[in-house]
């Protein structure tokens, strides 16, 4: 739980509270003025994050990084979150990602120079719902591949230097490629932005050339090693969605109890109370499983099945606070760059990235139905 934690961890706690309140929160207050603009915040937020240590937290320790474990990253993006900037995306180093583990030259190549900060990546999983067939890696005679097809929905594929891409190679199974995003045939089919604000493309590959050392694994790793990704992204955006609950009920808290156009204060109503009392106990039982998994995780446990569970509730809990924060704030709150109604549009997202919430549900069932796994 997040009261019982090691004396190390709560001054992380205190350590990320500080940032937030001397870093974060200016820089936030200096690019809604628009006295500054959203790249120059990123530097400046990323040089005082490597500064304080917490950068490289996500960062292996073969790289010097401190990889730190599931439950100070819990701690971190709690914290972080908690202070509802948006600017704790820069806070953290880039992470291995697929690449964890991977050989040379992929590692000189792409990891080195991610982890550095040197080279951007795409993840490349989702494909469109028109697709003819699968993309597709077809080996050439002299151990290349040459891939065709389609992938809908790359977040910031745009500015990536290289695309981790699954692909099927036929006969063999998926498989993970790291293809140079200037590789030639490899085209933009459309740039898009989603409700939260983010930005992606969708890419088309027309008999891309790629060498055989870029494949991740071997043929039939491919999917285990994408979906393994996408599980280590889920308990972090639930401990992100427990700390942006935790500032609407703050946000929500100071309204309730300033004055009212009725003369009355809004928190002395019945009705008012019971929605409020509604947000603390969603938020409180997020937060308690979020805190729990990450232990599970720390104590080398497999947390596969409770990290989903967290995703899942965390971030449906998060909606649903935001939803009624706004029901109790009233119109103001729907006034286009309200907190609450970007926060609103961001929690919708997270419903869906990184897993929707009923494939996870359904990856519950068969986790325990079928493979026996999970704890309660
Ligand atoms: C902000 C954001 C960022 C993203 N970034 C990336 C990225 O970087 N790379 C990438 O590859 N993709 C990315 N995606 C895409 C995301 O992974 C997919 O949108 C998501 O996996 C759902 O897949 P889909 O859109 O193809 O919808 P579908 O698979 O068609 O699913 C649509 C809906 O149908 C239901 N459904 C689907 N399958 C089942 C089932 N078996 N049983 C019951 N219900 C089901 C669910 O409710 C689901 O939400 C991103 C999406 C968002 C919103």
């Not at 603009?37 to 400046?44: F, G, L, N, Q, S």
């Not at 030639?184 to 932005?193: N, V």
């Not at 519950?364 to 796994?373: M, Q, T």
């Amino acid at each position: 739980m997040p009261e019982s934690l090691p004396p190390d961890l709560v001054a992380l706690r205190e350590c990320c509270e500080r940032f937030a309140r001397d870093v974060l929160m200016p820089r936030q207050a200096a690019l809604a003025a628009g006295q500054v603009d959203e790249a120059t915040v990123r530097v400046a937020v990323t040089q005082a994050a490597r500064e304080t240590g917490v950068f490289a937290m996500t960062q292996p320790k073969s790289f010097g990084g401190r990889e730190a474990g599931p439950l100070a990253l819990t701690v971190a993006r709690d914290t972080l979150a908690g202070y509802n900037t948006g600017l704790d995306a820069y806070v953290f180093g880039p992470g291995p990602g697929v690449l964890a583990g991977c050989d040379e030259p992929l590692r000189s190549l792409y990891l080195h120079p991610l982890l550095a900060g040197e080279k951007r990546s795409g993840f490349a999983f989702t494909e469109p719902d028109d697709a003819e067939h699968f993309t597709r890696a077809v080996p050439t005679a002299d151990g290349a591949f040459l891939v065709s097809g389609r992938k809908s929905y790359v977040t910031r594929g745009g500015d990536a230097d290289f695309i981790n891409t699954l692909v099927d190679v036929p006969g063999q199974g998926r498989a993970l490629l790291v293809i140079d995003a200037c590789s030639p045939g490899l085209s933009i089919e459309r740039r898009f932005e989603t409700l939260d604000g983010s930005h992606h493309v969708a890419f088309r590959f027309d008999a891309v050339r790629v060498p055989g050392d870029r494949m991740i694994g071997r043929p039939g790793e491919g999917l285990p090693r994408a979906l393994g990704q996408i599980g280590d992204t889920r308990l972090a955006i639930a401990a992100r969605a427990v700390g942006l609950s935790r500032w609407t009920i703050d946000f929500t808290r100071a309204h309730l109890q300033s004055p009212h156009h009725s003369g009355t204060s809004l928190s002395a109503r019945e009705g008012v109370r019971l929605r409020y009392a509604d947000m603390r106990i969603r938020t409180f039982a997020a937060r308690s499983m979020v805190y729990r998994t990450a232990r599970l995780g720390e104590a080398g446990a497999n947390a596969i099945n409770e990290g989903s569970a967290c995703k899942v509730y965390a971030t449906e809990t998060l909606g649903e606070v935001v939803d009624s924060a706004i029901q109790l704030v009233g119109g103001k709150a729907l006034t286009v760059g309200h907190p609450l109604e970007r926060l609103y549009r961001q929690a919708r997202a997270l419903r869906t990235a990184e897993g929707a919430s009923d494939v996870l549900r359904l990856s519950l069932a068969r986790g325990d139905l079928d493979l026996g796994k999970g704890v309660l």
